[in-house]
């Protein structure tokens, strides 16, 4: 069983920094891409970012490219995503995603292992 936990989320003004950590549970973390999405209010879920098993192969969605950095370490099971330059439409929930099957470089779809989701709120 896979489970993925959150944590790091809060209240931040705009052109501020968070980082949310996700940590999981299992085996399949060191074999398996990881990704985060997000979903505002009254909009569906989508991609922001992911990482491949290895960490060599990173992919963003193009509103948070050059303002979040996607990274992993292993060995304590931890993916990352430095929040920089923040704005008001990046309030959200953001949500870490494990992908269905190993060795991938990782994308925007794909996972099958979700966490519970951490609040992100940019306002001043």
């Known amino acids: 069983q896979v489970q993925l936990v959150e944590s790091g989320g809060g209240l931040v003004q705009p052109g501020g920094s968070l980082r949310l950590s996700c940590t999981a549970s299992g085996r399949i973390f060191s074999t398996n891409a990881m990704g985060w999405f997000r979903q505002a209010p009254g909009k569906e879920r989508e991609f922001v970012a992911s990482?491949?098993?290895?960490?060599?192969?990173?992919k963003y969605a193009d509103s948070v490219k050059a303002r979040f950095t996607i990274s992993r370490d292993n060995a304590k099971n931890t993916v990352y995503l430095q929040m920089n330059s923040l704005k008001p439409e990046d309030t959200a929930v953001y949500y870490c995603?494990?992908?269905?099957?190993?060795?991938?470089?990782?994308?925007?779809?794909?996972?099958?292992?979700w966490g519970q989701g951490t609040q992100v709120t940019v306002s001043s």
């Open positions: 995603a494990a992908d269905r099957l190993p060795y991938r470089i990782g994308a925007d779809y794909g996972y099958a292992y």
């Open positions: 990482i491949s098993w290895n960490g060599g192969s990173t």
